[in-house]
C-alpha cells in the first residue's frame, strides 16, 4: 500500500460490514466503525502519556477478540482519533499486535515509525473522508477550524489532512 488513495480501497474492502453507512455525515460515527470490524470499544484511566490501545481480547473485546481501549482523561477529539488510529493498526497491522499494542500521545508505539503513520493516515481517511470534507465545503463551510469543529477532529489534524502548512 504505497499510495494514500489506496486507504479508501482497504475501507472499501470491508463494504459488506457496511461501515460506509457510518461515514454519512460528519461527524463520523468511529465507535460504529470500530464495531463494523468487530472490535470493543472501551474508556479507562490509562497512564499519562498513553492516548490508548488496543489488545487482543477473547473474553471482552468483540466479534473479532480485540478491545480498544482509550484514555478517559484525554479530549474527545484526540480520543477519536485514536480510536480510528487503533483501528487503522487492527486492519493493516493485525498480524503485529500480539497480545497488545500500546500507543503513547505521539502514537509512537513498538512498531516501526513507517506503520505508526500509515495507522494515522487510515485514521485520517475514518474520521475525515475527502468526499464528506468536500460536500461540507460546498455547503458553506470555508476554513479549517470550522471544518475540525464539524467533524470533531483537532483544527491540527484536519490541517494535516487538507495538507495546509500549520
Avoid at 475501507?11 to 468487530?38: C, M, T, W, Y
Avoid at 500500546?102 to 509512537?108: G, I, T
Amino acid at each position: 500500500m504505497s499510495k494514500v488513495a489506496t486507504y479508501r480501497d482497504l475501507l472499501n474492502e470491508h463494504d459488506s460490514l457496511k461501515i460506509h453507512r457510518f461515514q454519512q455525515s460528519p461527524p463520523v460515527n468511529v465507535v460504529g466503525i470500530a464495531a463494523a470490524f468487530g472490535l470493543k470499544v472501551y474508556h479507562d484511566d490509562l497512564e499519562a502519556g498513553i492516548s490508548g490501545k488496543i489488545i487482543k481480547d477473547p473474553a471482552h473485546g468483540g466479534l473479532a477478540g480485540y478491545s480498544i481501549v482509550i484514555n478517559s482523561s484525554e479530549a474527545s477529539n484526540r480520543q477519536r482519533f485514536t480510536i480510528a488510529h487503533e483501528i487503522g493498526h487492527y486492519l493493516l497491522h493485525r498480524d503485529r499486535i500480539g497480545d497488545g499494542l500500546v500507543d503513547d500521545a505521539l502514537y509512537r508505539s513498538s512498531l516501526s515509525t513507517f506503520e505508526e503513520v500509515r495507522a494515522n493516515r487510515l485514521a485520517a481517511e475514518i474520521l475525515m473522508p475527502f468526499d464528506l470534507i468536500e460536500k461540507s465545503i460546498k455547503q458553506g463551510v470555508k476554513n479549517v477550524q470550522d471544518l475540525a469543529k464539524l467533524f470533531r477532529v483537532s483544527a491540527q489534524a484536519m490541517s494535516v489532512r487538507l495538507e495546509i502548512p500549520a
